[in-house]
């Protein structure tokens, strides 16, 4: 089948490298409206053609939107209002906002939601992997809304590229992922400004930072231009979390302030308890 | 040479398996007060034997205390009072405190304040690492206070694992890693805490949490028996950074409250310029 996909960054150009790799698409095209992602991404080799939206829709049978949730929002429509019989789908990171921008939407069937929950701290066409998708999750949200062939070929999709499928409402899936990958990067942010704010000794931070801070602020490295939308998308979910992270944070001030030890202990192995978690293996 | 490590676990292990490694000493003593390490250490190899600290000291020309930052307050005093040539260092996160405890002691000038950069969520002798050191920083503190044979074996030790070397004084060391590596643990702490306490689904934490979900709280697995004295023994570094921290999250808050996306992707812009710190290489 050929494929197009709309946004070829990091996602999208991933994405391009895995539908080729795995032989899932004999002509994958690019439609992406910055020229110097459409050179990028042709001299890499993520597409075989760049086209406009229009002229590359008709000649696909799956067209797969990689551009921030913002954008996203906006063009769901358009892509659906050129579709006849094509399954379209997306990769954002928000669920909802996207979903109710197409619910009257007379292609509604034709559109899978869904959240491949891969990503880095890099973007555009220069950070798209090869391999990136394999044995992470994947959320197909609203199934009952989809086409049940349109469901179907996302589905054998992502099993090619070795993704494990999770089904979820869209409010269920946007409040999830507030917890495990938005209130991260708000952390991780928040962490660079502080050291960045207070330490004035650059070459003290550069010389004895460790694996551990590299690892809590490699996030911060991620672009506003991906992640401004998804926080205005997920406002109030992540506004939650946030607001009981600043919480829990005071409890460790508050252990400090007042020197009570046993409570932070508790307060750490309490945090500990994460392991049963992320040491868990699929 | 021989060498004495005191307490066999994540750090003196992974020590032990680099003196080996490099063919630094002939023989490596372990001085361990729990009897499972005492048993592992020797079954994993880390050492060649296990002694009282008594009988170790005077078959040792090198003492590395590598046991968690309250216990060497007590031990250090200890271990100087048996020290007749013998050179004494220890590998603790923190600095003042330790190197105060003995300020006073007739045998200080053979003892060398360090603390090498590196070490991971794990603790015990299982979680000994070979080619733990290489290619990260270690501080050497107080070098004026110390003989200058002492200093230079250490050099020279370090030097023969890989390690860069960077001078300081205590206070100055204890400011910086409450930016570089104590406040990072305080917030994956904290953010795992938040996600374990408000996000009841853990079979959705589980499926959807990925790779930057993972590196945020990765720390958070970190052990109360190594880390509560680290912030005892650095609380008001520890807790001007975390007010700090508290701070810069503060304005994410109001960002988010106020639907101020331009001001949300200012704080982003600035965090991003953690790159210039975290990617540069020696």
Known sequence: MNATIIGIGLIGGSMALALKEKGLCA????????????????????????????????????????????????????????????????????????????????????????????GTEYSGPEAAVSGAFSKKATVICNKAETDVDAVEMVEQLYGALGMHLVYMEANAHDTHVAYVSHISHITSFALANTVLEKEREEDAIFELASGGFESTVRLAKSNPDMWVPIFQQNRENVLDVLNEHISQLRKFKACLEKENWDYLKELIEGANGIRKIVDRKF
């Open 27 to 118: 002509k994958v095209i690019g439609v992406d409206n910055n020229p110097w992602h459409q050179e990028k991404a042709l001299e890499l080799g993520l597409v075989d053609e760049v086209l406009p939206l229009e002229k590359a829709v008709p000649q696909s049978d799956l067209v797969i939107l990689a551009v921030p949730v913002n954008a996203a929002v906006g063009l769901l429509p358009q892509v659906l209002d050129l579709v006849t019989g094509q399954v379209v789908m997306d990769v954002g990171s928000t669920k909802h906002s996207l979903i109710q921008a197409v619910a009257a939407h007379d292609k509604r069937g034709r559109y899978v939601a869904t959240h491949p929950m891969w």
